[in-house]
């Protein structure tokens, strides 16, 4: 569960080293989950990636310090709270995922983030 100012930490490739959270749809409310997508601004970039300093991109979040619940009553939590940035098709901007990602991003439909992942848990 993250909210406006959040900061990401991201779990690709694609040059972002942070991510800060500064939208959030109105249809999810304040705070943003597991498989929601939220708009951030890239506060410190690796200057030959894909993304620069202070460009505006979605991320989903893939990894949340608050825990989620499941239908099957068990929970599920992570030590960061992390996310993949993506284009407006929704496809990933980098070609690797680093770290697990919780199996919510597969069922909100983003199956490429997933099929690139080591590990869903």
């Known amino acids: 569960m993250v909210q406006l100012r959040s900061v990401l930490n991201?779990?690709?490739n694609s040059g972002a080293k942070a991510l800060h959270i500064i939208g959030i749809s109105t249809k999810?409310?304040?705070t943003a989950t597991v498989g929601d997508v939220v708009r951030c601004v890239v506060k410190k970039a690796d200057p030959n990636g894909a993304v620069k300093n202070?460009?505006?991109v979605n991320a989903v979040?893939?990894?949340?310090?608050?825990?989620v619940g499941r239908k099957d009553g068990?929970?599920?939590?992570?030590?960061d709270n992390a996310g993949v940035i993506i284009d407006k098709q929704g496809m990933p901007r980098g070609t690797r995922i680093l770290g697990?990602?919780?199996?919510?991003?597969?069922?909100?439909g983003y199956t490429k983030i997933a099929s690139?992942?080591?590990?869903v848990v």
Not at 61 to 67: L, P, S
Not at 116 to 119: F, V, Y
């Open 28 to 30: 999810i409310g304040k």
């Open 116 to 119: 690139l992942a080591k590990e």
């Open 10 to 12: 991201p779990a690709d």
């Open 100 to 108: 697990p990602i919780a199996r919510e991003v597969k069922d909100a």
């Open 61 to 67: 979040i893939v990894r949340t310090k608050k825990e």
């Open 74 to 79: 068990t929970y599920i939590r992570f030590d």
């Open 54 to 56: 202070r460009d505006i």
